[in-house]
């Protein structure tokens, strides 16, 4: 079963302010995962922001 995170858990994993989450977002140099909507609650998958986290650590070490 997916996991989802809300944008609290998000800003916390990412030490990021809630606006610079959602600047993050909307930056497609960023490439930051998108939320899904599920009912009236905006959340984010823990397996797109491991995918990210992969992304940026293997970017990191060309």
Known sequence: M???LTSRDVQ???KLSRSSL???QE???I???KP???GYRILWRE???DAFDSR???GAKQ
Request: aromatic share 16%.
């Open 2 to 4: 997916a996991q989802y």
């Open 12 to 14: 916390k994993r990412y």
């Open 22 to 24: 959602y600047r993050h």
């Open 27 to 29: 930056d497609p140099q």
């Open 31 to 33: 490439g930051f995962p």
């Open 36 to 38: 899904v909507k599920i």
């Open 47 to 49: 397996a797109d922001l």
């Open 56 to 58: 940026i650590a293997a």
